[in-house]
């Protein structure tokens, strides 16, 4: 399925992902240096470019005003999903002011209300929001994987292959029931029957 690669000026180790010919490849300003670095293509480069200082001498450029409502990486999610894209990776989110960081978070949740799939890549986590679905995770998978509920409740909750086990929880807002699962080395699953939840997987020092 075909992708929107967004990538931002946050932190990043390292970008090694290769996009495809049907890809949509956007940096968002200071993203722009990100993509340079690492010789990745790029399709689009939308922002105000206050942390990059310049506009880009890039044929594709979208330039917003510094006064807006929404971030320059909502921004760059929002001409993807004009473009049919409903796949979502973004790189460079994360770091910097914890502000930026959940506003992407936020951002994973309206990809899904609106029937899409956003991860978000960390140095060290990644974050994904899932809506009334199922994720699978294949044996190769390691770390932590903590679970939240973003709203009110989230009801017929299930945690299967990894080390602690949930079947058919009620998970609320208030009490972090769902922090600090454990990939084991075997196929797993999350799911949720009706509500939203945040997975954030972290690596293990």
């Not at 990776?89 to 914890?98: K, N």
Request: negative net charge; aromatic residues 10%.
């Amino acid at each position: 399925m075909k992708t929107c690669y967004i990538v931002g000026a946050g932190e990043i180790e390292e970008l090694s992902f290769c996009p495809g010919e049907d890809d949509l490849v956007i940096a968002c300003d200071g993203g722009y240096e990100h993509c340079r670095k690492w010789k990745i293509r790029m399709d689009l480069v939308v922002g105000d470019f206050d942390s990059l200082r310049f506009i880009p001498d890039h044929p594709h450029v979208v330039s917003l005003k510094p006064e807006k409502d929404d971030t320059d990486t909502g921004c760059a999610a929002m001409i993807g999903l004009e473009r049919g894209y409903r796949e979502f990776v973004i790189y460079g989110g994360t770091g910097g002011r914890i502000s930026h960081t959940i506003a992407n978070i936020q951002l994973l949740s309206d990809l899904a209300r609106k029937g899409c799939h956003g991860i978000l890549m960390g140095k060290d986590a990644w974050y994904r929001v899932i809506l009334n679905e199922e994720i699978r995770f294949g044996k190769e998978c390691s770390g932590y994987l903590s679970v939240f509920c973003l709203g009110d409740k989230a009801y017929g909750v299930y945690e299967s292959g990894l080390k602690y086990r949930l079947e058919d929880a009620t998970l609320t807002k208030e009490y972090p029931v769902g922090v600090s699962n454990e990939f084991v080395g075997t196929e797993s699953r999350v799911s949720v029957r009706e509500g939203m939840l945040l997975l954030i997987g972290e690596r293990k020092d």
